[in-house]
Nanobody, 122 residues
Framework: QVRLVESGGGLVQAGGSLRLSCAAS???????MGWFRQAPGKEREFVAA????????YYADSVKGRFTISRDNAENTVYLQMNSLKPEDTAVYYC????????????????WGQGTRVTVSS
């Protein structure tokens, strides 16, 4: 069973940066790791994902060029560097783990963290 704990959220002004972390415990070998977000009144949506080796990354069009996903398998941690933040990035950000399935649908993920809140002020 994979357990995930996110951290790093907070309040930031538009144009600023934040780095989210997701610490994983349990058996994470071969898991794709992803970040999703959920704004108030909206569905949880895909943000970014990274394959086990870190060689494959995937991004939603809305964050391409601004967000970077990375992972440190030795530390069992996944990161989401968020730059040039916009008010529309305000949401609770969730880390997920997907075992041998797809990367961009929440149904493909086997485990989730509790989320970390990001608020971007204008």
């Amino acid at each position: 069973q994979v357990r995930l704990v996110e951290s790093g959220g907070g309040l930031v002004q538009a144009g600023g940066s934040l780095r989210l972390s997701c610490a994983a415990s349990g058996r994470t070998f071969s898991y794709t790791m992803g970040w999703f977000r959920q704004a108030p009144g909206k569905e949880r949506e895909f943000v970014a994902a990274i394959g086990w080796s870190g060689g494959s990354t995937y991004y939603a069009d809305s964050v391409k060029g601004r967000f970077t996903i990375s992972r440190d398998n030795a530390e069992n941690t996944v990161y989401l560097q968020m730059n040039s933040l916009k008010p529309e990035d305000t949401a609770v950000y969730y880390c997920g783990a997907s075992y041998l399935k797809g990367v961009s649908l929440k149904a493909e993920y086997d485990a989730w963290g509790q989320g970390t809140r990001v608020t971007v002020s204008s």
